[in-house]
């Protein structure tokens, strides 16, 4: 028999970004016991991270932004393939969600009359983002965190959950270890809340961290959830690409929504030269349009490069190729140029860009507010993930909840920037207060000893194996993964590639199986990364079967052999479920028929 | 190719000694890519935290040729070629492995602070009326990553070990934070005498030094609460225009 200890809570929940932090508080405000579990310290995940700011329709700067245009905004940007419940739930209480923030101690910039003060982001039709100036994650967890930690919530810091347990359908707890000394703790529960964040270590080139490592996708679906819509990841197109150590780091959409321009080696601002059907009405025709359009003119429309996230990635892909990208493999970025237009620009954008500022200066030596920055795409946000039920975030397991990036439906095909600080309060929120009613109603499961047995002994295998000293350690092993889909199946995919990528994943996984690692049980992060292995593998294989069965080119999902949008595809979401004999299952569902009223909705805002 | 000589401290509570290692450096290579080098290649087990490698997160906290630093924003270009680089964890926390320090008293004294506590709404919708100006003021202490680096330089924590007494600089910075928060209407000022035990701190500034967000600790967090604390505990007229002005 394995050592372990046992913790109780009606209410389990994994993750302690946006997402966790709220569907905590929304559990314990319901007065039943909270567990909270994260990979590292409090305070430090993801979320922490967001730069530009939470869309919300608040309608502060400008009065016609209502939560019917934020859910047009969301279905457009997201190909229509959102599941359209959540959309309609997160227009219409993401205002609220935001307002109860500045309750609880949150300080965001203002407008002139002394409201909460919103900025411009690609895909929104109106200035939506309510933001600090590019520090909006710090102070939205920050909030969360220091007024979470007076509602009685039990944090468990520096603990990685490795397997969920089941009693039948129904999700009754979970089996992790605490980073610090490798001792094994079991989590009994009434209902379990995933919240762990997105899947961006999955690809080489990425905005995220080492604990974006897919994990909470990874255990529902071992423990036989529904995923939905994996083909969908997105590409950010503005990640730094130089130094090669800073690759990836993010440049927030917040520059350009200040009026920063792209340019090609030539000095074209080439986010002219192709503007999608669907946008043409909305989109600036001249650079001077453009500009009134970002200090606030509501005549205006918006420039291109303020265009959804999936199109501007794909255009600055096309520059590099085709030779007109900048030194080292990227276009141009340029804030600089507003000194032009605004007294003391450089001011300026270190008041609104402060963090960017700081960033550039500091890890690439360049001043923003004198030189263009040099940015490429780079691996963001993962719209697919456990499939929920719109109004609970349960998911297809009794007992399992999920919410935030981890979760899928909100985003569909693409995700609007801002539009995931505002999912993680308004899903958050649900999550907790479902779990907690749950929780409530059906009482604690059982927890089965063998299945904790089990699940002890996958976890110490890599610490008991003699390893094979060509696999090259478990650092090496998640660099193959991360190398080969950011080949095979990243910004452009087609149909060889994602086979390759494929067999690729199968010869990777026989090696994570039988990896080896030194050292002990105490704060190992080679054991806790030889851990991480079957998570990625699970994600990556995950994207990449349904990117190849998905024979069109929509919202983040491009494919070379399949361009453009296909109709019949307009009306499929891919679910993916683990079968009978261990492989996985996936399958074509129709995407539900909207609401008669939603529908209106999107045919009077065009 | 570049390499770099690095001395990185290894053990734990029992002891530790420095270990050498060279690295092959790319440009713009910072500790933090060093160290991640050097545990991918040859030390698969060496304990180091770190998330978000763009300095917002503050996990990578660590001590650099012994000065407190994120490693994810020191540049080896910055520090001198011609000696190696060492790197050992925060001196003001237990020590759990190589660079892993436990830091969790810090989460504990947090909890001891007296929350947010806002006025009651200025409008109906439940909302406030701040403006710029008001929320500016604080936007300084609002910064704070959480790194701990100026609790590990503080001597009152470092040397003197008054962790049961001393809240130390960062508190002081989230409790000026909530003190000067346009909304809030909770009175800290006996708590930060007695509790936190803001009469140890001796305006060395050293905090202010390290603290890698640029907050002036010191002088705009630490003295202006020094200076309320004093005003309540000594000075029976301020108090009562104090307690008229509602604070
Ligand atoms: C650089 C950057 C900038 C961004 N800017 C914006 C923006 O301006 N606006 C916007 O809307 N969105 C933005 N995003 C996206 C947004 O920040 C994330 O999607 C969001 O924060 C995810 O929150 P979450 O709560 O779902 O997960 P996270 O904040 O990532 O939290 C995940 C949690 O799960 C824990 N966890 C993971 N696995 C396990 C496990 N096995 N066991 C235990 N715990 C585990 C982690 O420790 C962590 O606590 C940005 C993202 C990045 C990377
Ligand atoms: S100024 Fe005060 S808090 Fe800061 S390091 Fe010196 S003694 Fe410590
Ligand atoms: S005040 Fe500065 S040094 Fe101290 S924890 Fe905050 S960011 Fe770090
Ligand atoms: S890794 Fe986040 S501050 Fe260094």
Same mark, same amino acid.
């Given at each position: 028999?394995?050592?372990?200890?046992?913790?109780?809570?009606?209410?389990?929940?994994? $993750?302690?970004?946006?997402?966790?932090?709220?569907?905590?508080?929304?559990?314990?405000?319901?007065?039943?016991?909270?567990?909270?579990?994260?990979?590292?310290?409090?305070?430090? !995940?993801?979320?922490?991270?967001?730069?530009?700011?939470?869309?919300?329709?608040?309608? /502060?700067?400008? $009065?016609r932004?209502?939560?019917?245009?934020?859910?047009?905004?969301?279905?457009?940007?997201g190909?229509?393939?959102?599941?359209?419940?959540?959309?309609?739930?997160?227009?219409?209480?993401?205002?609220?969600?935001?307002?109860?923030?500045?309750?609880?101690?949150?300080?965001?910039?203002?407008?002139?009359?002394?409201?909460?003060?919103?900025?411009?982001?690609?895909?929104?039709?109106?200035? &939506?983002?309510?933001?600090?100036?590019?520090?909006?994650?710090?102070?939205?967890?920050?909030?969360?965190?220091?007024?979470?930690?007076?509602?009685?919530?039990?944090?468990?810091?520096?603990?990685?959950?490795?397997?969920?347990?089941?009693?039948?359908?129904?999700?009754?707890?979970?089996?992790?270890?605490?980073?610090?000394?490798?001792?094994?703790?079991?989590?009994?529960?009434?209902?379990?809340?995933?919240?762990?964040?997105?899947?961006?270590?999955?690809?080489?080139?990425?905005?995220?961290?080492?604990?974006?490592?897919?994990?909470?996708?990874?255990?529902?679906?071992?423990?036989?959830?529904?995923?939905?819509?994996?083909?969908?990841?997105?590409?950010?197109?503005?990640?730094?690409?130089?130094?090669?150590?800073v690759?990836?780091?993010?440049?927030?959409?917040?520059?350009?929504?200040?009026?920063?321009?792209?340019?090609?080696?030539?000095? &074209?601002?080439?986010?002219?030269?192709?503007?999608?059907p669907?946008?043409?009405?909305?989109?600036?025709?001249?650079?001077?349009?453009?500009?009134?359009?970002?200090?606030?003119?509501?005549?205006?429309?918006?420039?291109?490069?303020?265009?959804?996230?999936?199109?501007?990635?794909?255009?600055?892909?096309?520059?590099?190729?085709?030779?007109?990208?900048?030194?080292?493999?990227?276009?141009?970025?340029?804030?600089?140029?507003?000194?032009?237009?605004?007294?003391?620009?450089?001011?300026?954008?270190?008041?609104?860009?402060?963090?960017?500022?700081?960033?550039?200066?500091e890890?690439?030596?360049?001043?923003?507010?004198?030189?263009?920055?040099?940015?490429?795409p780079?691996?963001?946000?993962?719209?697919?993930?456990?499939?929920?039920?719109?109004?609970?975030q349960?998911?297809?397991?009794?007992?399992?909840?999920?919410?935030?990036e981890?979760?899928?439906?909100?985003?569909?095909?693409?995700?609007?920037?801002?539009?995931?600080?505002?999912?993680?309060?308004?899903?958050?929120r649900?999550?907790?207060?479902?779990?907690?009613?749950?929780?409530?109603?059906?009482?604690?499961?059982?927890?089965?000893?063998?299945?904790?047995?089990?699940?002890?002994?996958?976890?110490?295998?890599?610490?008991?194996?003699?390893g094979?000293a060509?696999?090259?350690?478990?650092?090496?092993?998640?660099?193959?993964v991360?190398?080969?889909?950011?080949?095979?199946?990243?910004?452009?995919?087609?149909?060889? $590639?994602?086979?390759?990528?494929?067999?690729?994943?199968?010869?990777?996984?026989?090696?994570?199986?039988?990896?080896?690692?030194?050292? /002990?049980?105490?704060?190992?992060?080679?054991?806790?990364?030889?851990?991480?292995?079957?998570?990625?593998?699970?994600?990556?294989?995950?994207?990449?079967?349904?990117a190849?069965e998905?024979?069109?080119?929509?919202?983040?999902?491009?494919?070379?052999?399949?361009?453009?949008?296909?109709?019949?595809?307009?009306?499929?979401?891919?679910?993916?479920?683990?079968?009978?004999? $261990?492989?996985?299952?996936?399958?074509?569902e129709?995407?539900?028929?909207?609401?008669?009223?939603?529908?209106?909705?999107?045919?009077?805002?065009? | 190719?570049?390499?770099?000589?690095?001395?990185?401290?290894?053990?734990?509570?029992?002891?530790?000694?420095?270990?050498?290692?060279?690295?092959?450096?790319k440009?713009?290579?910072?500790v933090?890519?060093?160290?991640r080098?050097?545990?991918?290649?040859?030390?698969?087990?060496?304990?180091?935290?770190?998330?978000?490698?763009?300095?917002?997160?503050?996990?990578c906290? !660590?001590?650099?040729n012994?000065?407190?630093?994120?490693?994810?924003?020191t540049?080896?270009?910055?520090?001198?070629?011609d000696?190696?680089?060492?790197?050992?964890?925060?001196?003001?926390?237990?020590?759990?492995?190589?660079?892993?320090?436990?830091v969790?008293?810090?989460?504990?004294?947090?909890?001891?602070?007296?929350?947010?506590?806002?006025? !009651?709404?200025d409008?109906?919708?439940?909302?406030?009326?701040?403006?710029?100006?008001?929320?500016?003021?604080?936007?300084?202490?609002?910064?704070?990553?959480?790194?701990?680096?100026?609790?590990?330089?503080?001597?009152?924590?470092?040397?003197?070990?008054?962790?049961?007494?001393?809240?130390?600089p &960062?508190?002081?910075?989230?409790?000026? !934070?909530?003190?000067?928060h346009?909304?809030?209407e909770?009175?800290?000022?006996?708590?930060?005498?007695?509790?936190?035990g803001?009469g140890?701190?001796?305006?060395?500034?050293?905090?202010?030094?390290?603290?890698?967000?640029?907050?002036?600790?010191?002088?705009?967090?630490?003295?202006?609460?020094?200076?309320?604390?004093?005003?309540?505990?000594?000075?029976?007229?301020?108090?009562?225009?104090q307690?008229?002005?509602?604070?």
């Open positions: 028999m394995s050592e372990y200890s046992t913790v109780e809570h009606d209410v389990l929940v994994i $993750g302690a970004g946006g997402a966790g932090l709220r569907a905590s508080i929304e559990a314990a405000a319901q007065g039943v016991s909270v567990g909270l579990v994260c990979k590292s310290l409090l305070g430090k !995940a993801h979320t922490v991270m967001a730069e530009g700011g939470v869309a919300a329709a608040l309608g /502060n700067v400008d $009065g932004d209502s939560w019917e245009v934020h859910f047009a905004d969301t279905m457009r940007g190909g229509y393939l959102n599941n359209w419940r959540m959309a309609e739930l997160h227009a219409k209480e993401a205002p609220d969600r935001v307002r109860e923030l500045e309750a609880w101690g949150a300080l965001m910039d203002r407008t002139p009359d002394g409201r909460i003060l919103q900025r411009n982001f690609g895909g929104h039709a109106y200035p &939506r983002l309510a933001h600090v100036g590019d520090r909006t994650g710090l102070e939205m967890i920050r909030t969360l965190q220091d007024h979470g930690i007076h509602k009685g919530i039990d944090v468990h810091m520096e603990v990685t959950i490795v397997s969920l347990l089941t009693d039948g359908d129904r999700v009754v707890g979970a089996v992790g270890y605490d980073r610090e000394r490798g001792r094994f703790r079991v989590f009994r529960a009434g209902a379990v809340v995933m919240a762990t964040g997105g899947i961006g270590k999955a690809f080489l080139i990425t905005s995220n961290s080492w604990e974006y490592t897919g994990d909470g996708h990874a255990l529902a679906y071992h423990a036989g959830a529904e995923l939905v819509d994996m083909e969908f990841v997105q590409f950010h197109p503005t990640g730094m690409v130089w130094p090669p150590s690759q990836g780091i993010l440049v927030t959409e917040g520059v350009r929504g200040e009026g920063g321009v792209l340019k090609n080696s030539e000095g &074209r601002r080439f986010m002219f030269d192709d503007i999608p669907l946008y043409k009405d909305q989109t600036a025709d001249t650079p001077e349009e453009g500009w009134r359009y970002v200090t606030g003119d509501k005549e205006a429309r918006r420039p291109p490069e303020l265009l959804t996230r999936d199109h501007v990635a794909r255009c600055i892909l096309r520059e590099v190729r085709e030779g007109r990208g900048s030194p080292h493999g990227g276009v141009f970025l340029d804030i600089a140029w507003i000194d032009e237009k605004v007294s003391d620009g450089p001011a300026h954008i270190k008041r609104k860009l402060p963090g960017m500022y700081h960033q550039f200066k890890l690439a030596g360049i001043d923003i507010t004198k030189e263009p920055m040099e940015v490429g780079t691996t963001h946000y993962a719209m697919g993930g456990i499939r929920v039920d719109a109004d609970t349960m998911s297809s397991l009794p007992g399992l909840f999920a919410a935030g981890c979760a899928a439906g909100l985003h569909g095909a693409n995700r609007l920037g801002g539009n995931s600080l505002s999912d993680l309060l308004v899903f958050g649900r999550a907790g207060l479902h779990a907690a009613e749950f929780a409530s109603s059906h009482g604690r499961g059982t927890v089965d000893a063998g299945q904790v047995e089990t699940a002890v002994r996958e976890a110490l295998a890599p610490l008991e194996r003699a094979d060509n696999d090259g350690g478990p650092y090496y092993i998640m660099q193959s991360q190398e080969l889909m950011q080949a095979k199946a990243g910004i452009i995919r087609e149909e060889d $590639g994602l086979r390759e990528a494929l067999d690729g994943l199968r010869d990777i996984a026989r090696k994570a199986a039988g990896v080896a690692v030194n050292g /002990n049980r105490d704060f190992n992060p080679g054991w806790h990364t030889a851990l991480d292995l079957k998570n990625i593998l699970t994600v990556a294989e995950a994207v990449v079967r349904a190849r998905r024979k069109e080119s929509r919202g983040a999902h491009s494919r070379t052999d399949y361009d453009g949008k296909d109709p019949d595809w307009g009306t499929v979401n891919l679910v993916l479920r683990k079968g009978e004999g $261990g492989e996985m299952d996936l399958r074509r129709a995407v539900p028929e909207m609401r008669q009223e939603l529908a209106d909705i999107i045919q009077e805002q065009g | 190719m570049k390499t770099a000589a690095f001395k990185i401290w290894r053990g734990d509570a029992s002891g530790g000694a420095f270990q050498d290692f060279q690295v092959d450096v440009p713009g290579y910072v933090l890519d060093a160290v080098k050097i545990q991918a290649d040859e030390a698969h087990d060496m304990a180091v935290r770190w998330n978000c490698k763009a300095g917002r997160c503050g996990s906290s !660590a001590e650099v012994g000065m407190p630093r994120l490693m994810c924003m540049k080896l270009h910055d520090l001198p070629e000696q190696p680089i060492t790197v050992e964890p925060l001196k003001a926390f237990p020590i759990v492995r190589d660079l892993v320090t436990d969790s008293w810090n989460y504990e004294v947090k909890k001891r602070i007296k929350p947010f506590k806002p006025r !009651a709404p409008h109906e919708d439940g909302t406030w009326e701040m403006h710029q100006e008001d929320v500016d003021r604080v936007m300084e202490f609002r910064k704070c990553i959480e790194c701990f680096l100026c609790q590990d330089v503080c001597h009152v924590l470092r040397d003197h070990h008054k962790h049961e007494d001393f809240i130390g &960062r508190f002081f910075v989230y409790a000026a !934070a909530l003190e000067m346009p909304l809030d909770e009175d800290r000022r006996d708590d930060l005498r007695q509790e936190h803001i140890y701190c001796n305006i060395t500034k050293c905090c202010t030094k390290v603290c890698p967000e640029g907050i002036t600790i010191t002088d705009n967090a630490i003295i202006p609460l020094k200076e309320r604390v004093v005003d309540r505990a000594y000075d029976p007229l301020a108090k009562l225009v307690l008229v002005r509602g604070k």
